[in-house]
Each structure stands twice: as structure tokens, then as C-alpha cells.
């Protein structure tokens, strides 16, 4: 079946990247756009870009411009969510998602990743 | 940026009972943009319903999207035990934006 498998738990000090892993199985992983979102505690959903595996083409949502970098690896069907000088607000669950249909970016997202919790802390 | 508000923020309710959850987006959006997730604790969001109206693979008919321009609709018919959870709208235009979510919990 179609899975999204993330990287697991990290503990990061404030100034510091941290770097995220989406292993995509069950499909093409250059037939879908991948999104990545994150979710404070207790808090909603957070939009943070999209990344094309095919092309390599990212879109970052302005709130993170700078910060974030998106990439892939073809040969492990894996993307990865790289995000730089980390500050307290950035504690949060990161998730995957692929896009609901090939070639289409911004549609609904399904499946999700099980998440990766990131804790920044001093 | 499109905006969606959700109401009501909780919603208590009786394993039975109909929940009727809505979705306000700060302005008009094509009903194939909005779709719909259901969270349980520590678990990722899954897919309920999108273009509005389709439900996705395996959703039971009990859920039903409804809704057009800038108000949307998600109704539980019957709530069962596994249906008390959050959920969230989503907008996935250029910029997808959720909403913060409605709780619907057990009475």
C-alpha cells in the first residue's frame, strides 16, 4: 500500500537545523508532489511547501523562506525537509503528504506521514 | 491567503447523534480546493473528504460534504466511537491553508 515512513524524534538547540526524512513506498515517488506540514503542540495545521520529486522544484510558504530547504533522492524514493536556525516556536510534529493525484501539486493530501516530533530546547 | 473558520470550536455529542461541522473560508473558493482530514490523539491527519464532496477510499457513507463560494459543510450521520475526533478544512489552492479545527467529543 501507499506509505509515507519519516525519520524518527530529534532533540535540537536553538540555532541549530534539523533535517527530516520521507520514504515513500507502495508508488512512483516522482509521480506526486510532496507537501510537508507541521503542527505545534495542542495547536492547528501549518502549511510549509511543496516539493516536486520529478523536477526537484520547490514553493515555500513566505514564513519560512530562508529557513527551509526541500530535496530529494530518486534512488531511495526519499525527500527530505531541512530547516535552519531553529528557535522554540519551531518545536513541533513535521509531516509528510503526498498529493491526491500524479502530476497534480496542489490537491488534497493522502496518504500523510506518521509525523516526526522536533524539540528544540537549550 | 484564504482564511477558513471553523465553528463550533467543540462540539459534545451522543454516539448516535448527527455532527455538523462548518467550514467559512474568507472568501469564495472552487468547491474542487476544500477538502477535509480527521485527526485522533498522536496520530497523523487522514483524509476524509475532497473536491468538497468525495469521500476517500474506504470513508464510510455515514460522512457526507456538502457546500459551495465560501460556506462548507462536513455532516456525521449516526456518530460512532471512532468518529469523536478533530477535524480540519483545507484549502489547497497555490497556498493551502487549514482551519483550526472543531472537536467533536463525546457527551
Known amino acids: 500500500q501507499v506509505q509515507l515512513v519519516q525519520s524518527g524524534a530529534e532533540v535540537k538547540k536553538p540555532g541549530a537545523s534539523v533535517q527530516i526524512s520521507c520514504k515513500a513506498s507502495?508508488?512512483?515517488?516522482?509521480?506526486?508532489?510532496v507537501h510537508w506540514v507541521r503542527q505545534a503542540p495542542g495547536q492547528g495545521l501549518e502549511w510549509m511547501g511543496i516539493?516536486?520529486?520529478?523536477?526537484?522544484?520547490?514553493t515555500y510558504a513566505k514564513k519560512f523562506q530562508g529557513r527551509v530547504s526541500m530535496t530529494r533522492d530518486t534512488s531511495t524514493s526519499t525527500v527530505y525537509m531541512e530547516l535552519s536556525s531553529l528557535r522554540s516556536e519551531d518545536t513541533a510534529v513535521y509531516y509528510c503528504?503526498?498529493?491526491?493525484?500524479?502530476?497534480?501539486?496542489?490537491?488534497?493530501?493522502?496518504?500523510w506521514g506518521q509525523g516526526t516530533l522536533v524539540t528544540i530546547s537549550s | 491567503e484564504i482564511v477558513l473558520t471553523q465553528s463550533p470550536g467543540t462540539l459534545s455529542l451522543s454516539p448516535g447523534e448527527r455532527a455538523t461541522l462548518s467550514c467559512r473560508a474568507s472568501?469564495?473558493?472552487?468547491?474542487?480546493?476544500l477538502a477535509w482530514y480527521q485527526q485522533t490523539p498522536g496520530q497523523a491527519p487522514r483524509l476524509l473528504m475532497y473536491?468538497?464532496?468525495t469521500r476517500a477510499t474506504g470513508i464510510p457513507d455515514r460522512f457526507r460534504g456538502s457546500g459551495s463560494g465560501t460556506d462548507f459543510t462536513l455532516t456525521i450521520n449516526r456518530l460512532e466511537p471512532e468518529d469523536f475526533a478533530m477535524y480540519y478544512c483545507?484549502?489547497?489552492?497555490?497556498?493551502?491553508?487549514f482551519g483550526q479545527g472543531t472537536k467533536v467529543e463525546i457527551k
Open positions: 503528504a503526498k498529493a491526491g493525484i500524479i502530476g497534480g501539486g496542489y490537491k488534497w493530501f493522502d496518504p
Open positions: 507502495g508508488y512512483t515517488l516522482t509521480a506526486n508532489y
Open positions: 516539493i516536486n520529486p520529478s523536477s526537484g522544484r520547490t
Open positions: 472568501q469564495g473558493v472552487n468547491s474542487n480546493t
Open positions: 473536491d468538497t464532496s
Open positions: 483545507q484549502h489547497y489552492g497555490p497556498s493551502p491553508t
